[in-house]
């Protein structure tokens, strides 16, 4: 009797601690599936697959984000290439009806800066194509969407992703204004988000939600 009941609390010690350690892990341990976003027309992407337009993915969020006017998005790419590298925001002293920040906020700011004012860095997001995308798919990425591509590039700087180099440049243009003289850029190389007046050049890199 005694070893069977010895056994017996032996069986419930082993499975106790076997739920433990499942409840220790709600992931289940298998970090290379956590790498993967959700599913988007039956497949899912890691940071660094071409993606859904043919771009780079760069951005994943599990939950998803709204892009502003056009509906929820998990994903963003980015266009393999520079698609200016003396592009202009646009006109100096002139204000737009608006301009966001956010991550899902850079496609809408880029149609509201093609409608209001004449520039060439959205202009040359918007006329980016792809085999797997149509003009008007891509925009000039907002401040907070640049810094996440910002993030993408440090790693790619340091080795993360052997054998992919998209050739970065040095500034680039968001698409967010700053005031009504200045908008905002990012220098990669020294991590600097800084406002510039909007009649300057910089680089330009599109950018795609999906």
Not at 120 to 146: H, I, R
Request: charged share 20%; net charge negative.
């Amino acid at each position: 009797m005694l070893i069977k009941k010895g056994l017996s609390v032996f069986i419930v010690l082993a499975i106790i601690l076997a739920f433990g350690l499942i409840a220790c892990d709600p992931g289940g341990g298998d970090d290379e599936e956590d790498e993967y976003g959700p599913l988007v027309d039956g497949i899912r992407y890691k940071i660094g697959d071409t993606g859904h337009g043919g771009g780079i993915v760069f951005y994943i969020s599990h939950e998803g984000f709204n892009v502003e006017g056009y509906g929820p998005a998990n994903y963003l790419e980015v266009a393999p290439e520079d698609q200016d590298d003396n592009g202009s925001f646009g006109t100096y002293g002139l204000g737009l009806s608006y301009s966001g920040t956010a991550i899902g906020t850079g496609k809408k700011n880029t149609a509201i800066i093609i409608a209001e004012d004449d520039s060439t860095a959205a202009k040359a997001c918007v006329a980016y194509s792809t085999a797997y995308t149509n003009p008007g798919d891509w925009f000039l990425p907002s401040k907070d969407e640049l810094n996440e591509l910002y993030k993408f590039y440090v790693e790619v700087t340091n080795g993360k992703y052997p054998g992919l180099n998209p050739g970065f440049a040095e500034a680039y243009w968001t698409s967010s204004e700053y005031d009504n003289n200045d908008a905002w850029c990012h220098h990669f190389v020294i991590n600097d988000q800084f406002e510039f007046p909007k009649d300057n050049f910089g680089n330009v890199r599109a950018i795609r939600a999906f």
